[in-house]
């Protein structure tokens, strides 16, 4: 079991940055694989970055290619997801999801553990 608590997100000009957050509590982090998703309003959540149980593997949506990566500390329990260049079209409830396994997966039912999601609003 894993408990994940996601903080980082707010309110920020196009063009800007932001860092999320997700720390996660329980045992065995190095053993998750972990992912970020995204859910804009009216919309599917949708995959935007992932990262093997050991970090040496990412993978990004082309969305948001080049303009973001995943990251994670596993002595700190906790995955990053930095992000550049924001656009509007980025606004969305992000979503920081585990599972169990070496990663990284795109899909979403593949995961099993979910936290509340953090809000990104980017203003044009």
């Known amino acids: 079991q894993v408990q994940l608590v996601e903080s980082g997100g707010g309110l920020v000009q196009a063009g800007g940055s932001l860092r999320l957050s997700c720390a996660a509590s329980?045992?065995?982090?190095?053993?998750?694989?972990m992912g970020w998703f995204r859910q804009a309003p009216g919309k599917e959540r949708v995959f935007v970055a992932a990262i093997s149980s050991s970090g040496s593997t990412t993978d990004v949506a082309d969305s948001v290619k080049g303009r973001s990566t995943i990251s994670r500390d596993n002595a700190k329990n906790i995955v990053y997801l930095q992000m550049n260049s924001l656009k509007p079209e980025d606004t969305a409830v992000y979503y920081c999801a585990a599972t169990l396994g070496l990663g990284p997966y795109r899909s979403r039912t593949l995961y099993n553990y979910w936290g509340q999601g953090t809000q990104v609003t980017v203003s044009s």
């Open positions: 329980g045992r065995s982090f190095s053993s998750y694989s």
